[in-house]
């Protein structure tokens, strides 16, 4: 039998840049200082120039990134966020670990984002702040409630964690993921298109009042050592981490195109393969570039193919099973199954296939070749 084909080959990606990594670690190490300091600094400065955004602000993940985020908004008990039910758990309880409460809207069946118009229709007076996810890597289209949301001072916090280099033109320009909202929330997991080799996260804005207060309440709220404004939490990036995202910065670029190739072969493969009425390949809306942080197809009888590809030796991932608002934890808010259609479908459909900078073609074809072989033969 063939090699099986994972999901996502971290091994591969660090035999490309292992030399650099390594030179890089090891100065931290023989530096000793390793929390915060320069190579934190040295990242976050280099973090903010590529986004071309005012600041960026480091943390310990992308789960703090989002509190950090919400706390420096000081959303407190009674408000409302809106957000997707489709997303990683982290988008939602956020929310909650304010005491803050999640409405969820309805998301789009083509992008996979959280719809606009279901945005509007979700706000309330009570409603602070709205969460869209930019999900498997590509943007929402957030100028469609850009003005609405601004008019009602409802804040915009982008959920950035799967798409760092993500862009989206606006007017003859383009703003990149995280610099549109107020405040842009990143995750540097290590599988994440830009990935630490343990958690780290990140804080953008265009606001220095918003930045210096999220980099204090990321140091229990002490701008200065021991004298203390307010309550924030320990939350600080390692320079390791800095030391080895500093290096994969530079290559980010290309390991970004490189998505986007394999994203454009499977395009072909599927339609040459006849596939394309079994199967509703990932779009990319006009205007976006889309980073592939996941490439997710919707099929038929999703979880009978998983298991006929595992079979195969080819891995494949359910992201999501369950939508957010009819997780247990989540039932006191109330929401019904039917409540939000889209999302509840996409949990039935979606399959996520291999997708990392360094899938072959050949290993595409096999791919492909399998879910030929289950809708076809
Ligand atoms: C990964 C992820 C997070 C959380 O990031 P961590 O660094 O794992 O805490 C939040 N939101 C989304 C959409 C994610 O994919």
């Known amino acids: 039998m063939s090699e099986p084909i994972p999901s996502f080959d971290l091994k591969r990606n660090y035999a490309r840049v292992e030399e650099e990594i390594e030179e890089a670690v090891d100065k931290v190490l023989s530096s000793t200082q390793f929390i915060m300091g320069p190579e934190v600094q040295g990242f976050e400065r280099e973090a903010a120039g590529y986004l071309e955004t005012e600041r960026a602000v480091s943390c ?28 990683f758990f982290a988008t939602a309880s956020c929310i909650t670990r304010l005491g803050a409460k999640p409405v969820f809207a309805d998301v789009e069946p083509k992008s996979y984002n959280i719809s606009m118009d279901s945005v509007r229709d979700a706000v309330t007076p009570r409603t602070r702040a709205v969460i869209p996810v930019h999900l498997f890597g590509q943007m929402c289209k957030l100028e469609e409630a850009a003005d609405f949301l601004a008019e009602r001072n409802i804040a915009m916090v982008e959920d950035c964690a799967q798409a760092f280099a993500a862009h989206r033109r606006r007017g003859s320009g383009i703003v990149r993921a995280g610099t549109w909202g107020e405040l842009g929330c990143f995750s540097f997991f290590p599988t994440k298109n830009l990935g630490a080799f343990g958690d780290a996260g990140m804080v953008a804005s265009q606001s220095d009042t ?26 600080r990036m390692d320079a390791i981490q800095a030391a080895i995202l500093r290096v994969r910065l530079r290559h980010v670029e290309t390991w970004t195109e490189e998505r986007r190739e394999a994203a454009r072969r499977y395009g072909l493969l599927f339609a040459e393969r006849g596939l394309l009425g079994h199967v509703s390949l990932p779009e990319e809306t006009a205007g976006n570039r889309h980073t592939y942080h996941q490439y997710v197809v919707r099929v038929p009888r999703r979880d009978e193919l998983q298991k006929f590809l595992a079979e195969r030796g080819i891995a494949s991932r359910v992201y999501y099973p369950l939508a957010l608002h009819l997780q247990p934890c989540f039932s006191y808010l109330g929401y019904e199954k039917g409540a939000l259609p889209v999302a509840e479908k996409l949990t039935e459909e979606v399959l996520a296939l291999p997708m990392f900078p360094e899938l072959t073609t050949e290993e595409q074809e096999r791919v492909v070749a399998g879910i030929a072989e289950f809708f076809l033969a």
């Open 210 to 235: 918003l930045a210096d207060r999220v980099a204090s309440l990321r140091v229990h709220g002490s701008p200065s050592s021991y004298f203390h404004g307010e309550v924030g939490i320990n939350s």
């Open 60 to 87: 310990a993940s992308g789960t703090d990134a989002l509190i950090l985020a919400l706390m420096a908004l000081d959303l407190k008990a009674g408000d409302e966020v809106i957000t997707t039910p489709f997303s």
